[in-house]
């Protein structure tokens, strides 16, 4: 996970815990919204890597015909 997604799901629990104190549910579902999403990114860039993983070996692979 890069130190950006890091931060955001750090401050996205600080937040839902913020909310879980307060009785805030709105607090508590952006927290909540803020993992989410920083989870998303990290999921994203992995599949980003496995699409160019594959495009190179595919390559590779028509490089050597």
Same mark, same amino acid.
């Given at each position: 996970?890069?130190?950006g997604?890091?931060? @955001?799901?750090?401050?996205?629990?600080?937040k %839902? /815990? &913020?909310?879980?104190?307060?009785?805030?549910d709105?607090?508590? *579902?952006?927290?909540k919204? @803020?993992?989410?999403?920083?989870e998303?990114? %990290? /999921? &994203?860039?992995?599949?980003?890597?496995?699409?160019?993983d594959a *495009?190179g070996?595919?390559k590779?692979?028509?490089?050597?015909d």
């Amino acid at each position: 996970m890069s130190f950006g997604d890091k931060m @955001d799901d750090l401050a996205g629990k600080a937040k %839902e /815990a &913020a909310g879980k104190a307060t009785g805030d549910d709105k607090l508590d *579902a952006e927290g909540k919204g @803020d993992q989410a999403k920083a989870e998303f990114k %990290e /999921a &994203a860039k992995g599949v980003k890597d496995a699409v160019s993983d594959a *495009a190179g070996k595919a390559k590779e692979a028509f490089k050597k015909d």
